[in-house]
């Protein structure tokens, strides 16, 4: 079998970081696109979508964000399964018709989310799992026809609709990521609350996030199974 083809869509201004934890966790050939350099695919030829983080919001005036909203509608509508994570998970929620706003407070560190169990996405995960969050904006209103999958005391952290899923949080971070972006906070959140963090940033509350990798694993069976229906069904019509 053919391995998956997945754009990678990286929305982060400093890409390194990002593309080497989702090369490491996303089994499949990964073709990467700058999002934020406004290199959007010029077509929808892929097994499924993945969306990265972003420092930036959804809704702010810069050139490359409605383009990347814009070509993310077009793929779901095309039936492209996709993957939204942190920005990309506000991004989806956006093109799918839904509204991303804001905070009044800013959600950092390894946190608890709980979820509702019934969703493949989230096959051998526990119902309520340790993940690292790092957001300033939530999905304040989730797309018509979405289903909120997960959530905690800061909002929404997965939906899904139809073959698209977003999740707030960021399952392919690893200890080093963590620091690194927790840094960056100290003009945001004060030194206080930064140095609290990186203290929680331990081998064992890593251990306990990387629980939640196994929806990448997840995504990829669900990628491969839609692109044998597809076909399937191709070869059906064909002989029809």
């Not at 998956?4 to 990286?10: H, I, K, P, S, V």
């Not at 899904?160 to 100290?186: N, S």
Request: contains cysteine; aromatic residues 10%.
């Amino acid at each position: 079998m053919t391995r998956l083809r997945l754009a990678l869509l990286n929305a982060a201004h400093e890409s390194a970081n990002t593309a080497r934890n989702f090369r490491r966790e996303l089994d499949a050939d990964l073709v990467e696109f700058d999002a934020n350099a406004r290199q959007i695919p010029d077509h929808f030829e892929f097994d499924g979508v993945v969306i990265t983080g972003s420092r930036s919001s959804v809704y702010w005036d810069e050139e490359w964000i409605p383009p990347l909203v814009e070509w993310t509608a077009e793929a779901a509508e095309r039936g492209l399964p996709i993957l939204g994570v942190c920005y990309g998970h506000q991004v989806l929620a956006e093109a799918l018709g839904g509204r991303v706003g804001g905070m009044d407070d800013f959600e950092i560190g390894y946190n608890e989310v709980t979820h509702r169990g019934d969703d493949e996405l989230f096959d051998g995960i526990d119902e309520e799992f340790t993940v690292f969050t790092t957001h300033g904006d939530e999905v304040a209103e989730l797309p018509p026809g979405a289903e909120l999958l997960a959530e905690n005391e800061f909002g929404v952290h997965a939906f899904r609709k139809g073959r698209c899923w977003g999740v707030q949080f960021h399952p392919e971070y690893d200890v080093e990521t963590a620091e690194r972006v927790t840094e960056g906070k100290r003009d945001r959140i004060g030194d206080e609350a930064v140095d609290r963090v990186l203290a929680d940033i331990t081998p064992e509350r890593y251990d306990a996030a990387c629980e939640a990798k196994t929806l990448f694993d997840n995504f990829t069976a669900y990628c491969r199974r839609i692109r044998e229906e597809d076909a399937a069904a191709g070869d059906a019509n064909a002989e029809a």
